[in-house]
């Protein structure tokens, strides 16, 4: 069983998410873009403006921010979204449309970190606001299985002790208590986006 999607199929899915994000973003009110979001501690536009630094990284620009977060990546990654997320909403949609089409890579990354980012980050938004984002079950499935077998860069969420059985699509893992669901909820429950998982999910003793 592979979960692996071919690179120009990511691609499409990539750029797809990224439009209708930036549509999302673009009929928010000025106060959607200062609510807290699942993403520790950042607001939407933190979250919208990372996605639009990640696309856009060189190796001299993260040598320089590595340098200036004092070697610390997840203050760095932090840090940088944060600066960026005090541009003006316009400029942040348009930063991110300007990333649709491209190819570039954050350096040390596959195409498999933006789809995973932009998916799950784009939930972070739509949770935030109250929207309804469909994730697609195929792309979530791709970004399921990074989550699971990432080594570099390094996973910052522990793998829940059980065995996660997806509802809609051909992908489990794991071993322990059984835990079934949509694969887009069990994208959210690896990434640490628990509240938000645990209403689509179901567990062998029932809750």
Known sequence: MTAVLGTDE??????????????????????DWERPTQCGDWRVRD??????????????WVLREFVRARGNVDRMIHD?????????????????RGTIGSRHLAPGTTPREP????LVHGQDIALAVGRDRPMPAHAAR????????????????????????ATDT???RGRGE?????????????TGRTAAAEERLHRADGS
């Open 47 to 60: 979250v919208a403006a990372h996605l639009t630094v990640a696309a856009r990284s060189t190796y001299r």
């Open 10 to 31: 990511r691609w499409q899915i990539i750029d797809r998410e990224r439009e209708s994000l930036a549509e999302l973003l673009e009929s928010l009110s000025p106060e």
């Open 142 to 165: 791709d970004a399921a299985d990074r989550v699971w077998t990432m080594r570099f860069p390094p996973r910052p969420w522990p793998l829940p002790e059980a065995r996660l059985v």
């Open 178 to 190: 059984e835990i079934r669901g949509p694969v887009s909820a069990l994208l959210l429950l690896l």
């Open 170 to 172: 051909d992908w489990d």
């Open 80 to 96: 940088s979204a944060v600066r960026e997320a005090e541009r003006p909403v316009a400029e942040i949609v348009a930063n991110l």
């Open 115 to 118: 789809l995973l980012d932009i």
